[in-house]
């Protein structure tokens, strides 16, 4: 199976910063899709952004475009999430996850493996 352990979350002041990492294992990634979703309790998992290893093309939920970047490095098998501006409405677990099939990426369904999560508390 494919292993993906988490890192970087903490707590920050709304306006700051964070870097979330994803290290993955197991496999060879260059079909698949690695996307970061995030959950609030009492709330559905909700996409944040996805990057496909194999073109380095990269999609985001419209709450958080123009403030987080995902980007990958291809020798580590690691992808990262820049978070710039983030608000207390960010704060949430965020989860890596990938999936083989190139399918929906904003579909949480779709992914096949996932991290165990890293929280991200922002405050006001």
């Known amino acids: 199976q494919v292993q993906l352990v988490e890192s970087g979350g903490g707590l920050v002041q709304a306006g700051g910063s964070l870097r979330l990492s994803c290290a993955a294992s197991?496999?060879?990634?260059?079909?698949?899709?690695l996307g970061w979703f995030r959950q609030t309790p009492g709330k559905e998992r909700e996409f944040v952004a996805a990057?496909?290893?194999?073109?380095?093309?990269?999609y985001y939920a419209d709450s958080v475009k123009g403030r987080f970047t995902i980007s990958r490095d291809n020798a580590k098998n690691t992808v990262y999430l820049q978070m710039n501006s983030l608000k207390p409405e960010d704060t949430a677990v965020y989860y890596c996850?990938?999936?083989?099939?190139?399918?929906?990426?904003?579909?949480?369904?779709?992914?096949?493996?996932w991290g165990q999560g890293t929280q991200v508390t922002v405050s006001s």
């Open positions: 197991g496999r060879a990634f260059s079909s698949y899709a």
């Open positions: 990057i496909v290893w194999s073109d380095d093309s990269t």
């Open positions: 996850a990938a999936q083989p099939r190139l399918g929906a990426l904003r579909a949480p369904n779709v992914y096949d493996y």
